[in-house]
């Protein structure tokens, strides 16, 4: 895809212009305003520093979750009173969403700069504070999402965008398939629109994965939904050598296989389409041979426990990649027994009343020596084995990691999405230095794998 980027201009082509950058800061601000994951706003770090080395004044803008719209609440309160302050919205929603936390971290992870922060996104106070910005100032804005005009993609709000800056750069692959304000509508009226350094990048890489494979190509899959990654798996399915399944959506698939799956969940809604799969690529697809199995109660239970441990900030990894390369596999056994009789591993047919959580060891082994065998070409991970929040139900997670660090450091082309991976990666002590690429899309990925329209990708090359 020929996309302009930010390297197609000449390097004074920025120079003291205005510069408003599409950013994907979504991240996971938790008790204390602490940052849990910044790798969305690590990779916008090449193109922020591309820009401002060129004397460019940069706008950053960006949504945070999904807040409550409060220039809607500001509108009915208008009507009731006549009048309106900020103050008398509710101040907490605003406070959950508000980016500042976000302008913290960016200026410690660019000291060079001079980072601001303004508490609103569009107007006369925006402008004036763009006013006052020097070559080189970096200004982020408030949430986009506090204006309803931004997901409804209005005229208006779009216009408001586009009137703070000269030239538009979206930076946001994980959000390019949202038909936004500023990622589409605001986009539109900029005569010069470019891609930034790491959509260009992601855009390379999934392109790659897409229409032009490097072989063998061994795809794994896993999470829960199987709705939103059967469009990916459509377009792949042709061109993969081995498709490895696991997590919540094996059992799915092995129902479909005609093996008893006992209480684990079953997608009923796209059993037939699995079918199909199961059918028409017989020999490309490898389920689970065996699994780690628990009861509904038991499972609860855990998953009560490591909540808690979340919101207390006690969440660890009990399973360190040193610890767990003498163990590995040979530790599950005394794992599992070690927990009572509440988690077992299972082969075959899985009986009622308990369900399935992870792969077991077989298959890990199976799934770990498939992916570190491929030394040569490309291995693409999207989706937890198992309940992998869990340290009990972790280790096919784990070691599906450790073994696509293996496969990069033989030479293989190693590519994870989906939301939850870096986590997972974490989790199992694998570096993102261990993996070719790190796609910051959860959604976005999976809808380009699909071959789906990117709103925000094609309007950088519509005329305005
Ligand atoms: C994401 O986290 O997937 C992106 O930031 C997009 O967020 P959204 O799903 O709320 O549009
Ligand atoms: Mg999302």
Excluded at 89 to 117: G, T
Excluded at 177 to 196: E, N, P, Q, V
Excluded at 222 to 232: E, M, R, V
Aim: proline share 3%; charged share 25%; hydrophobic share 40%.
């Amino acid at each position: 895809m020929l996309l302009r980027n930010l390297s197609n201009l000449d390097d004074l082509a920025y120079y003291g212009k205005k510069v408003l950058m599409r950013v994907d800061f979504n991240v996971t601000i938790g008790k204390d305003n602490k940052i849990g994951e910044d790798y969305r706003i690590r990779m916008t770090i090449p193109s922020i520093d591309y820009l401002t080395k060129r004397g460019a004044k940069l706008i950053l803008m960006s949504h945070l979750g999904r807040p409550k719209k409060t220039d809607e609440i500001k509108a009915k309160q208008t009507d009731k009173i006549q009048q309106h302050t900020t103050s008398e919205i509710d101040i907490n929603a605003i406070k959950q969403f508000s980016l500042l936390p976000v302008a913290k971290r960016l200026s410690e992870l660019i000291q060079m700069y001079n980072v601001s922060f303004i508490d609103d996104c569009i107007g006369p106070k925006v402008q004036k504070e763009i006013d006052k910005m020097d070559r080189g100032d970096i200004l982020l804005l408030e949430n986009l999402r506090f204006y309803s005009g931004e997901e409804l993609n209005e005229y208006n709000f779009s216009k408001e965008l586009a009137s703070l800056a000269d030239i538009y750069v979206n930076d946001a692959f994980s959000v390019s398939h949202r038909k936004h304000a500023s990622i589409y509508g605001a986009a539109r009226l900029f005569d010069t629109k470019l891609a930034g350094l790491n959509l260009k990048k992601e855009l390379e890489y999934l392109s790659m994965v897409k229409d032009d494979p490097v072989k063998p190509f061994i795809l794994v899959v896993g999470g829960s939904k199987i709705k939103d990654k059967i469009g990916a798996l459509e377009n792949l399915l042709p061109k993969i050598d081995k498709l490895l399944v696991g997590g919540a959506m094996a059992y799915t698939f092995l129902n479909a296989n005609g093996v008893r799956t006992g209480d684990s969940p079953i997608d009923y809604e796209h059993f037939q389409w699995v079918k199909n799969a199961l059918s028409n690529y017989r020999d490309k697809i490898i389920l689970p041979i065996d699994n780690i199995v628990t009861s509904q109660s038991f499972l609860k239970l855990k998953q009560e426990e490591s909540n808690e441990k979340k919101e207390e900030g006690k969440e660890g990894n009990d399973n360190s990649r040193f610890d767990s390369l003498s163990s590995s596999v040979s530790s599950l056994p005394s794992l599992v027994s070690s927990s009572s009789s509440s988690v077992s591993l299972n082969k075959g047919a899985i009986e009622e009343g308990l369900l399935g959580v992870d792969i077991g060891i077989e298959t890990v082994q199976q799934y770990s020596s498939i992916i570190s065998q491929n030394s040569n070409g490309l291995v693409v991970w999207i989706g937890p084995m198992g309940v992998f929040e869990i340290g009990l139900f972790r280790n096919g997670t784990n070691n599906i990691a450790k073994s696509m660090a293996l496969a990069f450091w033989r030479g293989s082309k190693t590519i994870i999405g989906g939301g939850d991976t870096l986590d997972a990666l974490k989790k199992a002590e694998v570096s993102e230095l261990e993996v070719t690429h790190v796609s910051t899309g959860g959604g976005a990925t999976l809808k380009f794998l699909a071959g789906d329209e990117m709103p925000g990708i094609e309007v950088l090359n519509k005329i305005p």
